[in-house]
């Protein structure tokens, strides 16, 4: 028998993605609301209570009110908003962030889908804080630059629409001056760090994609470890993980760039070592589609795990549907 599945918050980006990646499965059954049904409460209530697996995609305030709606303790929730990243009883929905993590997700009742900035760094960053090479109480600075679409319906129509009044042209910007972005917290906690991480986010002319990039100078570290070392911890963390892989050094030394598309249409988080030994710098990267890992392709991976199914499931092919950004929230 299939799982009930219903999406709360289907008609924006994540949301929609999730169900195009879902529909046509035989071993879910979507379920959803009539468009005009959408913000009535009863009737959400209803779909909240009779679905095996809710996924919310929501605004925060909005997962919140709908955990509120459920009173069926047989409902289990993957919530893809920020809302409760870092909330006690939630498991945190990173498969690959410890040996034990995928299990847990398996048995949760409520799984919190990460940020697509936290994924990434948290992804650099925990394996390297747990085993010592990164002190805890290091000041980790983070550079990173997203594709628009991750900014919802707002930010996709200041790109794309040339008659909005708030329409853009800039090629790329600099934004969260105020240096309190929502992501900074489920990083500092699920990194294991003990100093809030310096975090510059970024959005660049282009839909979807992500970079992320944390900078150390390795001879300023604890025992000035080796760029060979950090690869090498990364490496066997992830080791025959399917959707984290971390680049050979030697492919690494050979590439003249990174592009942030690179991934797109992917469930892949791919991390690099870059070094420069006469220096004694290196650079961290994680190159990955903030609509693939980042969210949508994240949260079936969890589903799939909740439902005890391979975690590839629905997740081995291309995905490509970019029909969907353009005026989507």
Same mark, same amino acid.
């Given at each position: 028998?299939?799982?009930?599945?219903?999406?709360?918050?289907?008609?924006?980006?994540?949301?929609?993605?999730?169900?195009?990646?879902?529909?046509?499965?035989?071993d879910?059954?979507?379920?959803?609301?009539?468009?005009?049904d959408?913000?009535?409460?009863?009737?959400?209530?209803?779909?909240?209570n009779?679905?095996?697996i809710?996924?919310?995609?929501?605004?925060?305030?909005?997962?919140?009110?709908?955990?509120?709606?459920?009173?069926?303790?047989n409902?289990?929730?993957?919530d893809?908003?920020?809302?409760?990243?870092?909330?006690?009883?939630?498991?945190?929905?990173?498969p690959?962030?410890?040996?034990?993590?995928?299990?847990?997700?398996?048995?949760a009742?409520?799984?919190?889908?990460?940020?697509?900035?936290?994924?990434?760094?948290?992804?650099?960053?925990?394996?390297?804080?747990?085993?010592?090479?990164l002190?805890?109480?290091w000041?980790?600075?983070?550079?990173?630059?997203?594709?628009?679409?991750g900014?919802?319906?707002?930010l996709?129509?200041?790109?794309?629409?040339?008659?909005?009044?708030?329409?853009?042209?800039?090629?790329?910007?600099?934004?969260?001056?105020?240096?309190?972005?929502?992501?900074?917290?489920?990083?500092?906690?699920?990194? *294991?760090?003990? %100093?809030?991480?310096?975090?510059?986010?970024?959005? !660049?002319?282009? @839909?979807? #994609?992500?970079? &992320? +990039?944390?900078?150390?100078?390795?001879?300023?570290?604890?025992?000035s470890?080796?760029?060979?070392?950090?690869?090498a911890?990364?490496?066997?963390?992830y080791?025959?993980?399917?959707?984290?892989?971390?680049?050979?050094m030697?492919?690494?030394?050979?590439?003249?760039?990174?592009?942030?598309?690179?991934?797109?249409?992917?469930?892949?988080?791919?991390?690099?070592?870059?070094?420069?030994?006469?220096? *004694?710098?290196? %650079?961290?990267?994680?190159?990955?589609?903030?609509? !693939?890992?980042? @969210?949508? #392709?994240?949260? &079936? +991976?969890?589903?799939?795990?909740?439902?005890?199914?391979?975690?590839?499931?629905?997740?081995?092919?291309?995905?490509s549907?970019?029909?969907?950004?353009?005026?989507s929230?």
């Amino acid at each position: 028998m299939s799982a009930k599945i219903f999406i709360d918050g289907e008609a924006g980006t994540t949301g929609l993605q999730i169900r195009a990646r879902l529909e046509g499965r035989d071993d879910v059954d979507l379920i959803g609301l009539a468009d005009a049904d959408r913000k009535n409460t009863d009737q959400r209530r209803q779909m909240l209570n009779g679905c095996d697996i809710a996924i919310l995609c929501l605004p925060d305030d909005a997962a919140r009110e709908a955990l509120t709606l459920i009173d069926n303790t047989n409902t289990r929730v993957i919530d893809a908003s920020t809302a409760h990243r870092i909330v006690e009883g939630w498991v945190y929905g990173m498969p690959e962030m410890d040996a034990e993590q995928a299990n847990q997700i398996a048995v949760a009742t409520r799984v919190s889908n990460p940020g697509c900035y936290a994924i990434a760094s948290v992804g650099l960053l925990r394996p390297l804080v747990a085993g010592g090479l990164l002190p805890d109480d290091w000041a980790v600075t983070i550079n990173a630059i997203s594709g628009y679409s991750g900014g919802g319906k707002a930010l996709i129509t200041e790109f794309e629409n040339a008659s909005a009044p708030n329409y853009t042209e800039a090629p790329y910007f600099v934004y969260g001056l105020g240096l309190d972005h929502k992501h900074v917290p489920e990083i500092e906690m699920w990194s *294991g760090l003990h %100093i809030r991480p310096l975090f510059v986010p970024s959005v !660049g002319r282009f @839909a979807q #994609g992500m970079i &992320v +990039q944390v900078p150390l100078q390795l001879g300023a570290l604890p025992g000035s470890p080796s760029a060979a070392q950090l690869h090498a911890v990364l490496s066997d963390h992830y080791a025959g993980r399917r959707f984290v892989k971390v680049a050979p050094m030697e492919v690494t030394s050979r590439l003249n760039r990174l592009e942030p598309e690179a991934l797109n249409g992917t469930n892949e988080l791919r991390l690099h070592v870059i070094v420069n030994e006469h220096y *004694g710098q290196a %650079i961290l990267v994680a190159v990955l589609d903030n609509l !693939g890992k980042g @969210a949508s #392709g994240l949260a &079936v +991976q969890n589903l799939n795990i909740m439902l005890g199914l391979p975690e590839e499931t629905g997740l081995e092919e291309k995905f490509s549907m970019p029909a969907i950004i353009s005026g989507s929230s």
